[in-house]
């Protein structure tokens, strides 16, 4: 079955920097655009970035553009999300997403904050 397993979420300061992980199993992982979505507290969730499977194309939400990098390593069946000159609004927790077949799948997330 379809697996997502984000890590790397933690407190970070502003003005630095993060990675976080999305391990992906139960799919051929470099056939699939992959997403980065996050949902901050009583807000919805929302779009962050997304990368094809060869790597060929990305797409960011306009408050990330030029501060984060979407990447993947397809040997190692991960998705990544780096993240620099971190704002308290990108506190949120972080999902990674893949659709299949017009079913999406997400992982549990992992917690971002953003905080002096």
């Known amino acids: 079955q379809v697996q997502l397993v984000e890590s790397g979420g933690d407190l970070v300061q502003p003005g630095g920097s993060l990675t976080l992980s999305c391990a992906a199993s139960g799919f051929t992982f470099r056939n699939y655009y992959m997403r980065w979505y996050r949902q901050a507290p009583g807000k919805e969730r929302e779009f962050v970035a997304c990368?094809?499977?060869?790597?060929?194309?990305?797409n960011y939400a306009d408050f990330v553009k030029g501060r984060f990098t979407i990447s993947r390593d397809n040997a190692l069946n991960t998705l990544y999300l780096q993240m620099d000159s971190l704002k308290p609004e990108n506190t949120a927790v972080y999902y990674c997403?893949?659709?299949?077949?017009?079913?999406?799948?997400w992982g549990q997330g992992t917690q971002v904050t953003v905080s002096s």
């Open positions: 997403n893949v659709s299949i077949a017009s079913v999406d799948y």
């Open positions: 990368l094809s499977g060869n790597s060929g194309h990305t």
